[in-house]
């Protein structure tokens, strides 16, 4: 960019007094114009400052939430497989309990079985004695 340098229009001998007030008058708004393009400038430097910076962080931002989406699938799937075997247990667990229950139940009734044919059995040896 060109850079704008403040006018000087006083001092020379040969200007009139009008001609003095109206070059000053021009000095100073070009000095005034300098520094509002200086102030312009300066505010446009700190807008491209905040905005390095929040491409920065939005940079940031977008890895971390690459990074927890590789870890979400991650656990995704390990919570998958987990759940899985927890239901084969759960399955497992039933089927055996069930088929202890059975194994219970045959026991008593062959306790009660037994019981019923050692009663008999008594009673048949203390006649066949007696």
């Known amino acids: 960019a060109p850079q704008i340098l403040p006018l000087d229009l006083g001092g020379s001998p040969s200007n009139s007094g009008a001609m003095a007030s109206q070059g000053a008058s021009l000095q100073n708004y070009n000095n005034e114009l300098v520094k509002c393009i200086e102030d312009l400038k300066e505010k446009r430097e700190e807008v491209n400052r905040q905005i390095l ?39 497992t667990i039933m089927e055996t309990e069930a088929a202890y ?30």
């Open 53 to 91: 910076k929040d491409e920065e962080e939005k940079q940031k931002i977008q890895n971390d939430l690459r990074i927890l989406t590789e870890r979400l699938s991650r656990i995704n799937d390990s919570l998958a497989r987990k759940v899985a075997s927890r239901n084969e247990y759960d399955k």
């Open 101 to 130: 229950m059975k194994i219970l139940e045959s026991s008593q009734t062959l306790l009660h079985v037994l019981k019923r044919e050692s009663v008999s059995l008594t009673k048949k040896k203390q006649s066949s004695t007696g």
